[in-house]
């Protein structure tokens, strides 16, 4: 028996499939315990840290990212929108195939999606748009027999690092214990999601790595700005006292002017003098760092959304048709964002799970992550009829998932079309003249002559008059319908109930001798002109 491997060509190890591998460890490398390298953050020591994911050690990387988003208001609310907005969306699946196995199979992971940590589940995932990838391990329950997905927990980005060779397969530190040195992931147990907001190396495609030189320069602004209002925000306290005032009296003054700034109250002397010397003209410099800061806000949104009318409230912008635009900008980041993870948990979770049950298959259920379109149920379903009517094949799974029906279950009472229907209201159809077909339809006699047989055009006719009677019934129906009919429903009602089946037998024989006829004429002439 070949070798069960994932997507990956990772071999399939059944013993860990039923234990923690990437949980962190006492003592061990992967330590939940981490350090922060903004404290103190540095032009130079940005560029350090940068070099050194890129040079296959992410760790401080990994953490500094975390810290942005922590630290950084406006960062982590554009990210966490973009974050929920796929998050909160339903997922479906699609069959492989109507058969009952790819159904039943289908219907396993429809009811594995029913779970409520699924939202938080996905949401973590999720993490790889700021850090450019993320790692989310299968915790398999295997209590009963069969495998299932019990959760998906996120794993810390700091436990992993990438094979020095490509910078782009992912490794354990610590291997599976936590203690040796990094080891390969095993198969069947890690969701890897990516999604680059740039092409290029994991630890290079996320948003952090744009953001973390924004964040520091904002950074900067804001301390300035603290300085700066720190200073300027209260007026200078100047104290005056007399040529003949004492230490003491000096004393007392400094305390009453240094008091004023907290206490905002002191008692001097009266002997003495207390002066407010306001700052002027300081607006200016104080809206320099707020457009400082804001410049570097809607940069930060473009990186995130792509956009930024829909999270900076702008002249021109909220309300505007720039505003549909930008919103529509967004959405194209989200319908991307829903297929990139789209395809990871399938590719990581759907077809592994499959080959774990059933083994290898041809075809895998798909899940899929997509806002539905707004769509006209009752053209669909217009449209369905038209095209069935006139021959073409149509998947039954496949409509039922457009309109939101789920396939019946066994034994369920089902609705069926009605064999016969009338309108509520309208003419007494009882008092329509149905057609009136002949008891038995005439034979048309071909005659056996010496001389060669009639000429086509007489053998129509002959077939023509028998069928005469048949479509004189028939159009007197119908022109009776059409002068009674309100509308064209009505009319299709009218001629669904008037003609069926067994009133038309009689007729189809007529045609179907005709048809005859004309072939055997047709092989005739073909015989006599090659005489």
């Given at each position: ?142 209590s009963e027999g069969q495998l299932w997905p019990s959760r ?379 005489e």
């Amino acid at each position: 028996m070949a070798e069960l491997v994932d997507a990956s060509g990772r071999p399939l190890k059944r013993d860990t499939l039923k234990r923690e591998v990437a949980g962190p460890t006492i003592g061990g490398v992967r330590s939940p315990i981490a350090n922060y390298p903004a404290d103190g953050l540095t032009p130079a020591r940005l560029a350090q840290i940068l070099r050194d994911a890129d040079q296959g050690e992410p760790l401080e990387y990994f953490e500094l990212a975390e810290i942005i988003e922590e630290r950084d208001l406006h960062y982590a609310g554009v990210l966490a929108t973009r974050k929920r907005a796929v998050s909160q969306i339903d997922i479906t699946v699609e069959a492989a195939s109507d058969s009952a196995e790819d159904v039943a199979r289908a219907d396993m992971i429809r009811d594995w999606l029913k779970r409520d940590e699924l939202a938080d589940e996905v949401f973590d995932m999720l993490d790889a748009i700021g850090k450019g990838i993320s790692f989310t391990e299968i915790m398999w329950d295997v209590s009963e027999g069969q495998l299932w997905p019990s959760r998906l927990e996120w794993r810390d980005p700091r436990f992993f690092t990438f094979e020095r060779r490509d910078l782009r397969t992912p490794r354990l530190r610590g291997g599976e214990d936590g203690n040796q040195a990094s080891g390969p992931l095993p198969g069947f147990k890690f969701i890897v999601t990516q999604i680059k907001a740039k092409s290029g190396l994991p630890v290079r495609s996320g948003i952090a790595r744009l953001a973390s030189w924004a964040w520091m320069f904002k950074a900067f602004t804001q301390r300035d700005w603290a300085i700066f209002t720190q200073t300027y925000g209260q007026p200078v306290r100047i104290g005056k006292f007399h040529e003949s005032a004492s230490e003491q009296d000096k004393a007392t003054l400094f305390r009453a002017v240094a008091n004023i700034a907290g206490d905002c109250a002191a008692i001097v002397p009266s002997s003495m003098e207390i002066e407010f010397v306001e700052a002027k003209n300081i607006t200016a410099g104080s809206d320099l760092y707020e457009r400082r800061a804001d410049w570097l806000d809607r940069q930060v949104s473009k990186a995130v959304l792509g956009q930024t009318n829909t999270t900076d409230a702008q002249a021109g912008g909220l309300g505007s048709g720039q505003a549909d635009v930008h919103n529509e900008v967004r959405g194209d980041i989200e319908m991307a964002d829903c297929k990139a993870l789209s395809a990871v948990i399938n590719r990581d979770l759907v077809r592994p799970w499959i080959d774990l049950e059933y083994g290898p298959q041809k075809a895998y259920p798909r899940l899929v992550i997509a806002r539905p379109k707004p769509e006209d149920l009752n053209a669909l379903v217009d449209n369905v009829i038209k095209l069935v009517g006139v021959g073409m094949e149509i998947e039954q799974s496949e409509v039922r998932d457009k309109i939101g029906l789920s396939d019946p279950a066994k034994g369920a009472k089902l609705l069926v079309a009605p064999r016969s229907s009338r309108p509520a209201a309208g003419p007494d159809y009882d008092e329509l003249p149905p057609p009136q077909p002949q008891s038995a339809s005439p034979k048309v006699e071909l005659q056996r002559e010496e001389e060669p047989p009639a000429a086509p055009a007489a053998i129509g006719d002959q077939l023509a008059s028998a069928a005469d009677p048949e479509v004189i019934a028939m159009a007197a129906s119908i022109e009776t319908m059409v002068e009674r009919a309100s509308s064209l429903s009505e009319l299709r009602v009218m001629l669904q109930n008037a003609f069926d089946v067994s009133n038309s037998a009689s007729l189809a024989r007529v045609i179907a001798q005709a048809v005859a006829a004309a072939q055997a004429a047709g092989q005739f002439d073909a015989v006599d002109e090659s005489e």
